[in-house]
Every structure is written in C-alpha cells, then in structure tokens.
C-alpha cells in the first residue's frame, strides 16, 4: 500500500461523513476577537504552513483534501479533514465551511487564491475571506486594468499596447490579460511574428486562464525581477515588507528567491518601496500582497503585476524581518489594525529560498514522478523547511511538481549561500529525480556569488545543464526507480546500503 503511515489511515478515519476529528492535536482555547475555526482552502507546504501559523495562534484548522492526491500529508497538521472532489470548488468549500462551522477560509497561493468569486461567495455566506476584497482580486487579475490604476496612481508600467506596436519598439513580449505562473507568454523578435504569437498565446491563455484576451508589452532586456511584500488593514494603514529578488526563473517562474536583493540600494529600496505603498492604497488594498517590478540595468524599475495572495517565496521575508504573514493576514482579515509603523520594520541579515522541484533540469526541466523512498532533509542552524513531502508520499502530474522550499538564514549574503549549499549537499531524496544538485550547481556560479543575476541567468549558463562526470549515486538511484521493471526492493536496498556506506555523495 502507497504512502506513508498517516496516508494509509486516513481513508480509514475519513470513512464516516468524510470527516475525521484529530485527537492528538487539540486546540488552544482562541482569542476572542480573532477567528475560531479556519479551513485551508489547499494543499501541500502551503496548507500545512498556514496550519502551524493557525495551530500557534490557538486557531482551530481544518483541510480539505481530494481523492486524487494521495498527499494528504497537509490533513494531518489540521484539527480536521474533509474530503472534497475538486480544490476549485467554491460551492463545495462554501459547503464544508459551514458544515464544520469554521468561520474563515484561507486560500494559500494557486488554486483559488486569486480568484474574486471565492471571496465573493465568502462575504455572502457570512464567512471570513483570509484576503482582499472581491473588487481588488478581480482588478489586478485583469494585467491591463492593474496597469490603468498603477499609472493612475503615479506607479510606473512597462510600455503596453493593446494592438500592435511601432517597429522600433522590438522586441516585445505578448502576454495574457488574464495570466499567471508564467503561462501565456510569447517573446516576439520581429512584426512580422506578432500575429502568430498573439494567436497562439490566446488559445494557450483561453485553455489556461478561460480568457483569451492577450497584449503586447515592451520586452525589457536583461532585467531583474524585484518584487515588494505589502500588508494593508481594513483602516486605511499600508506597510511594505522589502523586496525579494526573484531573478533566477526558468520558463518565467521562480526556483531561487532571496532578501535584501544584491541590486537594491537604500535609496532605490526608499523609491520602490513608495512606489509599493502607493500601488497598496490606490487599491486599498487589504491583507497581504506582492507589488511585482521588473528592474532595468539602467536602474529603471516598472510595475509588471500584483499578486493579490501570500507568495511561495514569502518565506525568506519573514526570516529576514520576525514577521510571521500568516499570522498579519488572519489579524487583518479579524479587523485588526497593523501593528507595526514603517520605520520600525527592519530587516536583519540575509535568507535565501530554494524551491524543491520533482523534475529534470538536465532534460528541459520534465516533471519527474513516482514515490519518495528516502527523504531525509537537511537540519541545523539557519535552516527552514517548508515541505509539502514525506517518505511514502507520491508525485504525480495532478499537481505542480514543488515538493518543498528549502530557506536559510545567515547574517551575510555569502554566509547564505555558504549554508544553501551545504543544505542541499545534505537534502537526500530518493524516489523521484529532482533539481537539488541543480540548484547546487546554480548558487556555486562565480556570477551568483556577484549577484550578477537577471531573468536570463539560466539561458546564459548553459554549462549548468551538463551533470558533472560521476554522476550522484541518488541520479542512478532515482533512475531505476522511476523504471522499477527488474528492480526489486531489495535491489534498491542494496544498492542503497552499500552506497551510502561507501562515497555515495562524493560529487
Ligand atoms: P509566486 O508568484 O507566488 O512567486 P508562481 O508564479 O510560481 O509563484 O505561482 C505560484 C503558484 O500558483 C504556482 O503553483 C503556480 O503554478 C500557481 N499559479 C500562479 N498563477 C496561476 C493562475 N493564474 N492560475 C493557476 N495557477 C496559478
Ligand atoms: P505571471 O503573471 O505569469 O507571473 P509576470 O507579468 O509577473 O507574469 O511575468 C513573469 C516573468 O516574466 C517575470 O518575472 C519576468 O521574468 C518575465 N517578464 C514579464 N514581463 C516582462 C517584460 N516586459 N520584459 C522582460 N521580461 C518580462
Ligand atoms: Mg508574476
């Protein structure tokens, strides 16, 4: 039977009304003016980290977990689970809410998160939405309309046509209106490809997004992707939480995130950090959000999009401020005001995020599945792991293939990396192929160690697609796992004892 002890209960537990009370992890008594009884509209590291958050404020949590994801790892930090069909039904949800009585739903990042109906259909039913309101979802969902109130309001956006643009303006990038997760986007070198690639971006962007609006946008060379943590209460106060340099992408999504941003001087962090505060408010925005720049090697920075949810990389802002976000979002969505001024935010020391991806990099980046046989993360001083994983649990190409995100500390920048890489020489993880040693060989580049980053580092350095000669005992091991034809568990078991008892993590 797959997965791990925990997965195997469950069907067990959940069989009366789908519904299991967690006796080994009672709640504290709550607040009373904060929420009672939260349900985590979500999945993986990210339902399991809003839980902790919750769990620590005496906040009773429940999941929800469907048929087809055999990792409901995240059911087991929760007081509660449900099983659903589907993480995009708002109805369902709505239904489960109020039968478990909880009294607020957090949405996490992806699936509904950024969706307005949700929040919509959580004001009618008299439920707490852990986000903004309907009205600000569904304006800065819309790339064009965000971009009308940002320049309205004094913010700088990247050049945009909603046809065709002169000649000179090459090369540009087509986008969806509607888009997100780097999806929809077509780089266009020459006028005479712009009608193909809107074509094609449009029906990528329908299936996608089911809007098939696209646009044209200057495309900036070269650039780096900084980006702004905001918080806004339900009183009119606004903070920015910094930036987050998330400049090394591959297909236009993160993998490595990291704070303060080598690039943002304190003068240019003052300038974008206002620039934030004032894309907050023409909003009012309320909860907390991401204000995305793209940043120029002149220096010149311009608004790309917000983000109206908690950020994967959000992380390495906490480590570095104190700040826990999930625990601002659940006092801003109970009424409460800030409670910090911007100038008594401070960022101490530098944190860095990995993310943890079961997929192939040497390969064009394929998604990798199977079962995780052996994971043993990395421990020690300075080390945060967010995990959505465990021994037993099982990838598969239901969900997005981020098994964990792995975030140091350290009172340097080097110091960081120093320690990210020693975190991920020991992150052992077999089972399913992953990109640990090719992040290894990322952050061990003379250029990363510069912090000579932008979005193309990783076109540029090919070299770090070519694994080193004496591949890593855990490569051959993924590999004939991923084929397990003629390989018997014990074959694994040998191969796996007399490797690690040998020089089995020599390269
Ligand atoms: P972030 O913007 O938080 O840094 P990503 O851009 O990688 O991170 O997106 C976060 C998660 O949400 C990913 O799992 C991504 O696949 C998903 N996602 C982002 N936007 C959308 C969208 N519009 N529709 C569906 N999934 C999305
Ligand atoms: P998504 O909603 O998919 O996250 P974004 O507009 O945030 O889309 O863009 C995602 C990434 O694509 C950026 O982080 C950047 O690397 C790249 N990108 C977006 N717009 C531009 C642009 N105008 N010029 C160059 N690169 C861009
Ligand atoms: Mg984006």
Same mark, same amino acid.
């Given at each position: 039977?797959?997965?791990?002890?925990?997965?195997?209960?469950?069907?067990?537990?959940?069989?009366?009304?789908?519904?299991?009370?967690?006796?080994?992890?009672? !709640?504290?008594?709550?607040?009373?003016?904060?929420?009672?009884?939260?349900?985590?509209?979500?999945?993986?590291?990210?339902?399991?980290?809003?839980?902790?958050?919750?769990?620590?404020?005496?906040?009773?949590?429940?999941?929800?977990?469907?048929?087809?994801?055999?990792?409901?790892?995240?059911?087991?930090?929760?007081?509660?689970?449900?099983?659903?069909?589907?993480?995009?039904?708002?109805?369902?949800?709505?239904?489960?809410?109020?039968?478990?009585?909880?009294?607020?739903?957090?949405?996490?990042?992806?699936?509904?998160?950024?969706?307005?109906?949700?929040?919509?259909?959580?004001?009618?039913?008299?439920? $707490?939405?852990?986000?903004?309101?309907?009205?600000?979802?569904?304006?800065?969902?819309?790339?064009?309309?965000?971009?009308?109130?940002?320049?309205?309001?004094?913010?700088? $956006? $990247?050049?945009?046509?909603?046809?065709?643009?002169?000649?000179?303006?090459?090369?540009?990038?087509?986008?969806?209106?509607?888009?997100?997760?780097?999806?929809?986007?077509?780089?266009?070198?020459?006028?005479?490809?712009?009608?193909?690639?809107?074509?094609?971006?449009?029906?990528?962007?329908?299936?996608?997004?089911? %809007?098939?609006?696209?646009?044209?946008?200057?495309?900036?060379?070269?650039?780096?992707?900084?980006?702004?943590?905001?918080?806004?209460?339900?009183?009119?106060?606004?903070?920015?939480?910094?930036?987050?340099?998330?400049?090394? *992408?591959?297909?236009? *999504?993160?993998?490595? =995130?990291?704070?303060?941003?080598?690039?943002?001087?304190?003068?240019?962090?003052?300038?974008?950090?206002?620039?934030?505060?004032?894309?907050?408010?023409?909003?009012?925005?309320? !909860?907390?959000?991401?204000?995305?720049?793209?940043?120029?090697?002149?220096?010149?920075?311009?608004?790309?999009?917000?983000?109206?949810?908690?950020?994967?990389?959000?992380?390495?802002?906490?480590?570095?401020?104190?700040?826990?976000?999930?625990? =601002?979002?659940?006092?801003?969505?109970?009424?409460?005001?800030? /409670?910090?001024? *911007?100038? =008594?935010?401070?960022?101490? !020391?530098?944190?860095?995020?990995?993310?943890?991806?079961?997929?192939?990099?040497?390969?064009?980046?394929?998604?990798?599945?199977?079962?995780?046989?052996?994971?043993?993360?990395?421990?020690?001083? !300075?080390?945060?792991?967010?995990?959505? $994983?465990?021994?037993?649990?099982?990838?598969?190409?239901?969900?997005?293939?981020?098994?964990?995100?792995?975030?140091?500390?350290?009172?340097?920048?080097?110091?960081?990396? @120093?320690?990210?890489?020693?975190?991920?020489?020991?992150?052992?993880?077999?089972?399913?192929?992953?990109?640990?040693?090719?992040?290894?060989?990322?952050?061990?580049?003379?250029?990363?160690?510069?912090?000579?980053?932008?979005?193309?580092?990783? %076109?540029?350095?090919? @070299?770090?697609?070519?694994?080193?000669?004496?591949?890593?005992?855990?490569?051959?091991?993924?590999?004939?796992?991923?084929?397990?034809?003629?390989?018997?568990?014990?074959?694994?078991?040998?191969?796996?004892? /007399?490797?690690?008892?040998?020089?089995?993590?020599? /390269?």
């Amino acid at each position: 039977m797959p997965g791990t002890w925990i997965e195997q209960c469950i069907p067990l537990l959940c069989k009366e009304g789908n519904f299991r009370q967690n006796k080994f992890l009672p !709640g504290k008594q709550t607040t009373t003016n904060l929420l009672r009884k939260v349900l985590i509209a979500n999945r993986g590291e990210i339902a399991i980290r809003i839980a902790y958050t919750l769990r620590e404020m005496g906040i009773e949590t429940m999941a929800v977990f469907t048929e087809a994801d055999e990792h409901v790892l995240h059911a087991r930090v929760a007081g509660e689970a449900h099983a659903i069909t589907s993480y995009l039904d708002i109805a369902e949800i709505i239904r489960a809410s109020k039968a478990a009585g909880a009294d607020a739903i957090h949405p996490g990042y992806g699936f509904l998160s950024e969706n307005a109906a949700l929040s919509a259909a959580c004001e009618e039913a008299g439920i $707490v939405f852990i986000g903004p309101t309907p009205d600000t979802i569904r304006r800065m969902g819309d790339k064009l309309e965000s971009k009308r109130v940002m320049e309205a309001a004094g913010v700088p $956006v $990247v050049p945009t046509w909603n046809g065709t643009p002169p000649d000179s303006e090459y090369p540009v990038l087509v986008k969806a209106v509607g888009g997100g997760g780097g999806k929809g986007m077509r780089l266009v070198e020459r006028a005479a490809d712009l009608s193909n690639a809107m074509a094609s971006a449009s029906r990528e962007a329908a299936a996608a997004f089911n %809007d098939d609006r696209v646009f044209v946008e200057k495309y900036i060379r070269q650039p780096r992707h900084i980006e702004f943590q905001i918080l806004g209460d339900s009183h009119g106060n606004y903070l920015h939480v910094f930036e987050r340099e998330c400049s090394i *992408q591959r297909r236009h *999504q993160k993998i490595i =995130e990291e704070t303060p941003s080598p690039a943002v001087t304190p003068e240019l962090r003052s300038k974008m950090g206002a620039a934030a505060l004032a894309a907050a408010r023409a909003v009012k925005y309320r !909860g907390a959000g991401t204000v995305e720049f793209i940043l120029d090697p002149s220096g010149s920075f311009y608004f790309l999009e917000m983000n109206t949810r908690l950020q994967v990389e959000h992380p390495v802002t906490e480590m570095t401020t104190g700040l826990d976000l999930v625990r =601002e979002q659940v006092r801003i969505a109970s009424g409460e005001k800030l /409670s910090y001024s *911007q100038s =008594e935010l401070r960022q101490t !020391g530098h944190s860095m995020e990995c993310r943890i991806y079961a997929e192939v990099p040497e390969e064009d980046f394929r998604p990798s599945t199977g079962t995780i046989e052996v994971y043993e993360p990395p421990v020690g001083p !300075g080390i945060r792991l967010d995990s959505g $994983v465990a021994r037993g649990s099982s990838v598969s190409y239901h969900f997005d293939p981020m098994l964990a995100k792995l975030v140091v500390w350290a009172p340097s920048r080097a110091a960081a990396i @120093e320690r990210m890489q020693r975190a991920l020489d020991d992150f052992v993880l077999l089972g399913v192929r992953t990109n640990i040693e090719f992040l290894r060989r990322v952050i061990s580049t003379d250029d990363f160690a510069s912090g000579t980053l932008d979005t193309g580092f990783l %076109d540029r350095h090919r @070299e770090l697609f070519v694994v080193p000669e004496g591949v890593p005992i855990e490569a051959i091991l993924a590999a004939s796992l991923e084929s397990p034809i003629g390989t018997s568990r014990q074959d694994f078991q040998d191969a796996w004892t /007399s490797g690690a008892s040998g020089r089995w993590r020599n /390269s």
